[in-house]
């Protein structure tokens, strides 16, 4: 009997010392360094099991072995946090080093840069194929209801939660400008302040001239002239299928349409574009200035005019130096 308890000791002290060696094995293998030797980025999909996330990251190289980062991880605890999403993962990182960066949901930040002056159209297109994002865009926000800028999200975010964004960007900045506005402007809402900030936006790429032209235009509607901007035209073009860089022809300044700055007073019905932060609080804020026309200088700004003769003069200046062809139209705004 006593032969039969001493064989079971034995057993038991091997089996023991086995576990424990095999325990320490796999906590060494777990802490020492990855076997990729760059750096990584992995994206775990949602709803993925651990046991599937361990397979991955062994088949990519990030671990050497699925077994031990499951074990390890679910002695202590990690492999219930592991989480879904994009992560980036230094050379050499250990298989805890890992897990952590995936439990603490470290994901990697991505960026879409929306460029003011983007109609709404090219700017849903744009997110429809940025990489990352996911789903469709089921709202239809209208023209100038998106605010440019940089937005950052994470891999597998609603594309139409970032429009939303978009939007909400958009409210809050024109709220905020439209506050702080100049006293004596002549516009009723901030509708109003985004049509013209579209039009300034189009008109000049310029920061430092875009008070300039939000002036002209705002002087322009005091004495009840008509704004005459090319690009209202060629937005209101558009929609027959003409590109919006097309060159004006006169026939183009006759065209019915009721963005036709030139055909009807007043600002157009709607914004052309979707206007940046800074073109919108040049609006808002426009500059001291008695000028009445502008026209392009041939170097990619502008020589502004207080009377018609003056005008007139840059525009000939300007037809000199590009050797408009005949029929072109004038820059606006013309009488």
Not at 89 to 114: C, N
Not at 283 to 295: I, K, M, R
Request: proline share 6%; net charge neutral; charged share 20%.
């Amino acid at each position: 009997m006593r032969r039969i308890v001493l064989r079971l000791a034995a057993v038991l002290f091997l089996a023991v010392s086995f576990v424990a060696g095999l325990a320490a094995w796999m906590q060494v293998r777990y802490a020492a360094p990855g076997p990729h030797a760059d750096d990584r980025v992995v994206i775990v999909e949602r709803g993925t099991a651990v046991a599937d996330i361990a397979r991955q990251l062994e088949a990519v190289g990030v671990i050497d072995n699925a077994f031990v980062f499951r074990a390890v991880g679910r002695a202590i605890g990690v492999d219930v946090r592991l989480k879904a999403g994009e992560f980036a993962i230094p050379a050499h990182a250990s298989a805890r080093e890992v897990a952590a960066i995936l439990a603490t949901g470290q994901t990697v930040v991505r960026k879409l840069t929306v460029v003011e002056g983007m109609t709404t159209a090219d700017i849903l297109r744009l997110v429809a194929v940025t990489e990352g994002l996911s789903g469709d865009v089921k709202s239809h926000p209208e023209e100038g209801a998106l605010l440019p800028e940089t937005y950052h999200f994470s891999y597998g975010d609603s594309r139409e939660v970032l429009v939303r964004r978009m939007a909400e960007a958009m409210t809050a900045t024109l709220e905020r400008l439209w506050a702080a506005r100049r006293d004596g402007l002549p516009l009723d809402d901030p509708r109003e302040a985004l049509i013209l900030a579209s039009m300034v936006e189009k008109e000049t790429g310029r920061a430092a001239e875009r008070p300039l032209v939000a002036a002209v235009f705002f002087n322009r509607l005091r004495k009840g002239m008509r704004l005459q901007s090319d690009p209202t035209v060629a937005y209101g073009l558009a929609a027959d299928g003409r590109k919006l860089d097309q060159t004006l022809t006169r026939a183009d300044l006759q065209s019915p349409s009721p963005y036709n700055t030139y055909a009807h007073g007043g600002l157009p019905p709607g914004p052309i574009c979707n206007p940046g932060l800074a073109t919108i609080a040049a609006v808002l804020q426009p500059a001291d200035t008695s000028h009445l026309y502008f026209v392009a200088d041939g170097t990619g700004g502008h020589v502004f005019a207080r009377t018609l003769p003056e005008h007139n003069r840059n525009v000939r200046a300007w037809r000199y130096l590009q050797k408009d062809p005949a029929g072109a139209a004038a820059p606006s705004p013309n009488p």
